[in-house]
């Protein structure tokens, strides 16, 4: 998954990148939109100046002082006008468009009221700054390729100036397992250091945890077992010693049990507690032969419930698993069955899949497994196998598939 994500330092190099040319179209455009408006201002002041000059001297009644017939042609309503000019009756300023041809006019009232006149540049003569715009152009054409190579230098910089302090930080990430030696927190900025700083304590304190672990692994592995096995075989030695009463025939049974459990437990918690199981400690058992022995159990504890138990076997399984999860499995999955069963318990198995369900009464309903469902759960994900548990309206069934072997 973490392949498919994009990577931040590309993203950094991208956002510079655009920023840069952003800035550099901006530059462009901005020189480009001033000229056309300075055109615009330049050919309405020009306009604006020959008309003021024609209608001063019509007001005045001396000489009529005519704009410059060689940049300007004026139309009034007794001298006939181009057909394209009739649409224009509101005075003003205009552009209009013939052919390739862009003509700039100005429209005004006549001083006595008597209608419209028209100052209209001449073809081409209001193109007077295209010599202007060409060499603008140029210039900022040059300029900004020029500052576009500049700001693309400066992003690839900076790009790599944020970026670098992120590759050594991600560097440092492989040295984060507790059996790889310390990396040094060496960043020059403060945030990247504390960054570095956490993840160095973060490392100690995974690397204490895994000691405690293993401490623990190894004090139980002996200090847990030896007494264990001292309990299990003085209590064999005196279950074959003849003079007890039954009760205490029955408590003595009690301490055997109660030793074996404690054994499966400890063998089980050891093997969880690693990060892989040798395969010493794997077996083939017999999934039919364990269910058997874990009835006969269950069924002895319970001996005067009226409990009906349905086994429907379809062909045994034989899985490949250390021995202590297979029945520490099937003790927690048989007994809870026993504790909350009403009037029946069906284990059905299958070529791949075991089920065992029940019937309770729902004023009977409790709150499950405890800490059996956690032990339960961690076993089927250490293996590979699936776990389903269903409560139904009147009926619970728990479900385990086996990987074919």
Same mark, same amino acid.
């Given at each position: 998954?973490?392949?498919?994500?994009?990577?931040?330092?590309?993203?950094?190099?991208?956002?510079?990148?655009?920023?840069?040319?952003?800035?550099?179209?901006?530059?462009?455009?901005?020189?480009?939109?001033?000229?056309?408006?300075?055109?615009?201002?330049?050919?309405?002041?020009?306009?604006?100046?020959?008309?003021?000059?024609?209608?001063?001297?019509?007001?005045?009644?001396?000489?009529?002082?005519?704009?410059?017939?060689?940049?300007?042609?004026?139309?009034?309503?007794?001298?006939?006008?181009?057909?394209?000019?009739?649409?224009?009756?509101?005075?003003?300023?205009?552009?209009?468009?013939?052919?390739?041809?862009?003509?700039?006019?100005?429209?005004?009232?006549?001083?006595?009221?008597?209608?419209?006149?028209?100052?209209?540049?001449?073809?081409?003569?209001?193109?007077?700054?295209?010599?202007?715009?060409?060499?603008?152009?140029?210039?900022?054409?040059?300029?900004?390729?020029?500052?576009?190579?500049?700001?693309?230098?400066?992003?690839?910089?900076?790009?790599?100036?944020?970026?670098?302090?992120?590759?050594?930080?991600?560097?440092?990430?492989?040295?984060?397992?507790?059996?790889?030696?310390?990396?040094?927190?060496?960043?020059?900025?403060?945030?990247?250091?504390?960054?570095?700083?956490?993840?160095?304590?973060?490392?100690?304190?995974?690397?204490?945890?895994?000691?405690?672990?293993?401490?623990?692994?190894?004090?139980?592995?002996?200090?847990?077992?030896?007494?264990?096995?001292?309990?299990?075989?003085?209590?064999?030695?005196?279950?074959?010693?003849?003079?007890?009463?039954?009760?205490?025939?029955?408590?003595?049974?009690?301490? +055997?049990?109660? =030793?074996? #459990? %404690?054994?499966?437990?400890?063998?089980? $918690? &050891?093997?969880?507690?690693?990060?892989?199981?040798?395969?010493?400690?794997?077996?083939?058992?017999?999934?039919?032969?364990?269910?058997?022995?874990?009835?006969?159990?269950?069924?002895?504890?319970?001996?005067?419930?009226?409990?009906?138990?349905?086994?429907?076997?379809?062909?045994?399984?034989?899985?490949?698993?250390?021995?202590?999860?297979?029945?520490?499995?099937?003790?927690?999955?048989?007994?809870?069955?026993?504790?909350?069963?009403?009037?029946?318990?069906?284990?059905?198995?299958?070529?791949?899949?075991?089920?065992?369900?029940?019937?309770?009464?729902?004023?009977?309903?409790?709150?499950?497994?405890?800490?059996?469902?956690?032990?339960?759960?961690?076993?089927?994900?250490? +293996?590979?196998? =699936?776990? #389903? %548990?269903?409560?139904?309206?009147?009926? $619970? &069934?728990?479900?385990?598939?086996?990987?074919?072997?």
């Amino acid at each position: 998954m973490s392949a498919k994500r994009p990577r931040l330092v590309k993203q950094l190099y991208l956002v510079f990148a655009t920023l840069a040319l952003g800035f550099t179209l901006l530059i462009w455009s901005v020189p480009v939109f001033v000229e056309d408006q300075m055109e615009v201002i330049s050919l309405h002041h020009w306009l604006d100046t020959e008309a003021k000059g024609y209608t001063r001297s019509l007001a005045q009644g001396g000489p009529v002082m005519y704009p410059d017939s060689a940049e300007f042609e004026i139309y009034w309503q007794y001298k006939e006008k181009p057909d394209w000019l009739n649409a224009y009756t509101v005075p003003g300023f205009y552009e209009h468009q013939l052919g390739s041809d862009d003509r700039h006019f100005l429209v005004r009232n006549m001083p006595d009221d008597s209608g419209l006149f028209y100052v209209v540049f001449k073809d081409q003569a209001d193109d007077y700054l295209d010599d202007y715009e060409d060499k603008l152009q140029w210039f900022v054409s040059i300029t900004v390729l020029v500052i576009m190579v500049l700001m693309l230098l400066v992003s690839i910089y900076l790009g790599r100036f944020f970026a670098r302090p992120l590759e050594q930080m991600q560097a440092k990430v492989r040295y984060m397992a507790p059996d790889e030696p310390d990396f040094t927190v060496n960043s020059r900025y403060y945030e990247i250091n504390s960054i570095e700083q956490a993840m160095l304590d973060s490392k100690h304190r995974i690397g204490q945890y895994f000691q405690r672990e293993q401490d623990f692994s190894r004090f139980a592995s002996h200090e847990i077992r030896t007494p264990l096995m001292v309990l299990q075989g003085s209590a064999e030695l005196l279950h074959k010693t003849s003079g007890f009463s039954e009760l205490q025939r029955k408590a003595l049974n009690r301490i +055997l049990v109660a =030793g074996e #459990d %404690i054994r499966l437990l400890t063998e089980t $918690f &050891l093997l969880l507690g690693k990060e892989e199981i040798e395969s010493q400690f794997y077996k083939s058992v017999s999934l039919l032969k364990n269910i058997q022995a874990t009835l006969q159990t269950q069924q002895r504890l319970n001996q005067n419930s009226l409990i009906e138990v349905k086994l429907n076997v379809h062909t045994d399984i034989t899985i490949h698993a250390p021995e202590s999860f297979v029945v520490i499995t099937l003790q927690n999955i048989i007994k809870n069955a026993f504790s909350y069963a009403s009037t029946y318990i069906a284990i059905d198995m299958d070529s791949h899949c075991l089920k065992v369900s029940n019937d309770y009464l729902k004023a009977d309903q409790r709150s499950g497994y405890g800490y059996g469902l956690v032990i339960l759960e961690r076993i089927c994900e250490k +293996l590979g196998w =699936g776990l #389903d %548990i269903t409560v139904h309206e009147s009926e $619970f &069934l728990v479900a385990v598939q086996f990987p074919k072997q």
